[in-house]
């Protein structure tokens, strides 16, 4: 793993009025990886994510994206991240090659919308408005969107969260390839068999908290090393396995 930190929060807090949300977390993202944020609801995982994103304010704490200060370079940071928006955040009349087109002159880059649509397997969509599209392939619009701007990082907030194992495996494959080519993803979900799969490592947190920051195989192991075991003999494939063999682990489900 490359050693350069990327995105470095250090004691950072969220109060909203008396609430604390976020209760002093820290943690350091590497160039390159796929970083997790894992908890339950209300965790505070958005809370975080949005706060180095520049969307929220902080109560207090430390935040470097890339070297930049949060609290005086939070246009600069702007400039170098990518972040999914919500998907009701869409202009309704227009197809996803206006929608390309829009965000390139919004970000002043050039585009090329059959190439980007390519990216994640959507070319055959190019004249189809976002509402006609399915769960799983407005999320993957909505994540190519993300890349427009060349960013170095991109913040994906629970991106996979009610869609069908498949479409949920085609975002991990999107999220992989990504990566490949050299973004760093820091991305926050509750469900630990995507952690499980995607992240390089994970910070599990809980009520505000960060209880434990390491790769999933590591949480794993220190965790078999205490003498744990599962209560019962759990069998080699479950029924989402069977779901998947069954239907087959393509895109075609989706078209
Ligand atoms: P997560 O994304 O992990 O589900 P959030 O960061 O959205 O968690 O929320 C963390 C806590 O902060 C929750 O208890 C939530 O109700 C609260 N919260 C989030 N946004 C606000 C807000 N704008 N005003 C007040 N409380 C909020
Ligand atoms: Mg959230």
Redesign the pocket.
């Given at each position: 793993m490359p050693a350069k930190i990327i995105i470095s929060v250090k004691g950072l807090t969220k109060k909203?009025?008396d609430?604390e949300?976020v209760k002093g977390i820290s943690f350091d993202v590497m160039e390159g990886e796929i970083f997790g944020l894992l908890?339950?609801?209300?965790?505070?995982?958005?809370?975080?994510l949005e706060i180095i994103e520049t969307l929220r304010d902080k109560t207090g704490g430390v935040v470097t994206v890339d070297g930049l200060d949060l609290d005086k370079s939070p246009g600069e940071i702007k400039k170098i991240i990518g972040v999914q928006l919500q998907t009701s955040g869409y202009y309704p009349g227009l197809n996803l090659t206006e929608l390309i087109e829009l965000f390139g002159g919004l970000y002043n880059r050039k585009v090329h919308p059959p190439e980007f649509l390519d990216m994640v397997n959507l070319r055959d969509k190019a004249k189809a408005k976002y509402k006609e599209l399915s769960g799983g392939q407005k999320q993957r619009f909505s994540i190519a969107t993300t890349l427009i701007n060349q960013p170095k990082i991109i913040f994906l907030?629970e991106p996979t969260t009610g869609l069908d194992p498949q479409a949920r495996r085609n975002l991990w494959d999107l999220i992989k390839d990504i990566r490949a080519k050299g973004t760093t993803v820091i991305i926050?979900t509750h469900y630990m068999d995507e952690a499980e799969v995607l992240c390089d490592r994970v910070a599990i947190?809980d009520s505000?908290r960060i209880i434990a920051l390491d790769p999933p195989d590591k949480l794993i192991d220190n965790l078999v090393a205490t003498g744990f075991e599962r209560p019962k003999e759990v069998k080699k494939a479950n029924l989402e396995d069977v779901f998947i063999n069954l239907t087959g682990h393509t895109l075609r489900a989706e078209h």
């Open positions: 909203y009025g609430f949300a908890g339950p609801n209300g965790a505070g995982k958005s809370t975080t907030d926050t947190i505000g």
